[in-house]
C-alpha cells in the first residue's frame, strides 16, 4: 500500500541555476506545520534521479513526533524540472555535478523559510549529497542523518564487486557474460540483478508500492544517472565521469552538526564504506540494523523509524 498523503501539500520553488538556459522549478512536499517549534527535517532522495517516493512512510516523523518533514525532488528527476538536453557534453560540459544539487537545497531551504533551522536525511546517494552540503557549514544545520550513504563512490563500488564474487557460479558466469557484450538490458542479466537486489537491496519482495512509483518514474527520464556517471551503460558495477571521482574522504571532518550513521548488513554502505564519516566527523555515532540491507525504512520499519525519530527529538 503507497503512502498516505493525507494532510500533506506540495509546492513548486523557484530554482535559478543559470547554466542551465532556462528557469527551473523545484517540486516540494510538506507534511506537518513548519512554522511550529519543532525543527524541520528535509529528506534527501537517492540515485541520483530516484525521487522523493520511495521514502515517503518517513511522514510517521510527522505522525509519531510531529516534526515537519520535507520531501522534495532533486532538479532533473521527478515532479522538478528535467533537463533532457544536458545530456549533451558540448552544450551542456561538466553540468551535472554536486554543486547543482548543494544549490537547489539552499534555495528550497529560502523559500519555505526555514534557512535559520533545520535537520537533514539523506539515504544513498541523498546521504552522499547531504554529507557534502554539510561539509560547507551551512547556516542552520542542526542535525545530519546519513542512511545508506557510502564516503565515496569507490566504496560503493568496491562493496558491489564484492557481493557479485558471492554470487553462484552460474549468476557470475551471466554476469561476466553479458559486461563482456555489454548487454545489461537483456533478460538474463536482468533476472540475476533483480537477485542481486533482493540479497543487498531490499529483502522485502514483493516491493512496496512506494519504491515501484519511485522505480516508474525514475525510469521516464535517465539524463541525470546516466550523465553524471552513476553507473556504464547499465552496468552497475562500474561508474565514470564526475561519480567516479565522488569522495567524502578528508572533507567530512569539517562536518560540524551532530551527526548519525545508519546503515544495513551486506548492502552497499557496509563495513568500511562509512569508516570516513567514523573516522573524520567530529561527533558521529553509527546504528547497523540487524536483518536489514539497502532500505532499513521498509525492512524494518517501525525499528529505523524509532532510532530517527528519538536521534532529532533527544535535547
Known amino acids: 500500500m503507497a503512502t498516505s498523503l493525507e494532510g500533506s501539500y506540495d509546492g513548486l520553488a523557484p530554482f535559478d541555476w543559470p547554466a542551465a538556459k532556462k528557469p527551473l522549478q523545484t517540486w516540494y512536499r510538506v507534511f506537518g506545520d513548519l512554522t511550529s517549534s519543532i525543527t524541520p527535517l528535509v529528506i534527501i532522495h537517492g540515485g541520483p534521479g530516484f525521487p522523493h517516493n520511495y521514502l515517503l512512510n518517513h511522514r510517521a516523523l510527522t505522525d509519531n513526533h510531529s516534526i515537519p518533514v520535507i520531501f522534495y525532488d532533486q532538479v532533473g528527476s521527478g515532479f ?3 533537463l ?3 545530456a549533451s557534453s558540448t552544450d551542456f560540459p561538466n553540468f551535472w555535478t554536486i554543486e547543482i544539487f548543494n544549490e537547489q537545497l539552499r534555495q528550497l531551504l529560502t523559500h519555505l523559510k526555514i534557512e ?8 544513498s546517494w541523498g546521504g552522499m549529497m547531504g554529507s557534502d552540503f554539510a561539509h560547507l557549514r551551512p547556516c542552520g544545520l542542526r542535525r545530519l542523518i546519513l542512511v545508506n550513504s557510502a564516503a565515496s563512490k569507490a566504496h560503493s563500488i568496491a562493496n558491489r564487486k564484492r557481493y557479485r564474487e558471492e554470487l553462484p557460479q552460474e549468476m557470475r558466469d551471466v554476469l561476466d557474460r553479458v559486461e563482456k557484450e555489454n548487454a545489461w538490458s537483456s533478460k538474463e542479466a536482468r533476472e540475476v540483478m533483480a537477485e542481486f537486489s ?3 537491496v531490499c529483502t522485502v519482495f514483493p516491493f512496496p508500492e512506494d519504491g515501484m512509483a519511485a ?3 525514475s525510469n521516464e527520464d535517465t539524463t541525470v544517472p546516466d550523465t553524471i556517471g552513476e553507473d556504464v551503460d547499465g552496468n552497475s558495477f562500474k561508474c565514470r565521469g564526475y ?3 565522488w569522495t567524502m574522504e578528508g572533507k567530512a571532518k569539517k562536518i560540524e552538526a551532530p551527526t548519525l550513521v545508519i546503515n544495513g548488513v ?3 554502505a557496509s563495513g568500511d564504506a562509512v569508516k570516513p564519516f567514523l573516522d573524520e566527523i567530529p561527533d558521529v555515532r553509527l546504528v547497523t540494523i540487524k536483518g536489514t540491507t539497502h532500505s532499513p525504512h521498509f525492512e524494518k520499519r517501525q525499528e529505523y523509524m524509532e532510532i530517527v525519530g528519538d536521534f532529532l527529538v533527544a535535547p
Not at 535559520?116 to 539523506?122: A, K, S
Request: glycine share 8%; net charge positive.
Open 215 to 217: 522505480i516508474r518514474i
Open 84 to 86: 533532457p538536453e544536458t
Open 116 to 123: 535559520g533551522r533545520y535537520d537533514i536525511l539523506g539515504h
Open 266 to 268: 551486506d548492502e552497499f
Open 198 to 200: 533482493k540479497k543487498h
Open 243 to 245: 561519480m567516479a571521482t
Open 80 to 82: 522538478s524540472t528535467r
